[in-house]
């Protein structure tokens, strides 16, 4: 939490105006929905190939190693695990859900 606080200082301290950081974090964000744009698509071909091959929509095993890893890198950036495990737990989530829609309507 600290380094976070640190890094918005230093914005600060580059002459950013308080409009400029917030349309910094506003870009992010449109950048973050685009990037889960894209992992739901990954996700829509990964439902493929798992009806294809017979797998369930849900692998436990695969969910954890995701969210082991995130959790990870998540430390080797200076961030708290737990929310970022938790958001990587609502994604695996959106996709799940997809996929079992996929197959529940039969696409």
């Known amino acids: 939490m600290i380094e ?47 009806e294809r091959h017979g797998l369930p929509v849900r692998i436990p095993e695969r969910a954890e190693s995701v969210l082991s890893g995130v959790a990870e890198e998540s430390r080797r950036q200076g961030l708290d695990p737990v929310p970022v495990r938790e958001i990587f ?3 695996i989530r959106m996709s799940e859900d997809m996929q079992t829609s996929r197959r529940e309507e039969g696409e």
């Open 4 to 50: 976070m606080y640190t890094r918005i200082f230093r914005r600060l301290c580059t002459g950013m105006s308080l409009d400029q950081l917030r349309s910094s974090i506003e870009d992010t964000d449109r950048t973050l929905v685009r990037l889960i744009a894209e992992r739901m698509n990954i996700a829509r071909q990964i439902a493929l190939e798992k």
């Open 89 to 91: 737990a609502i994604l």
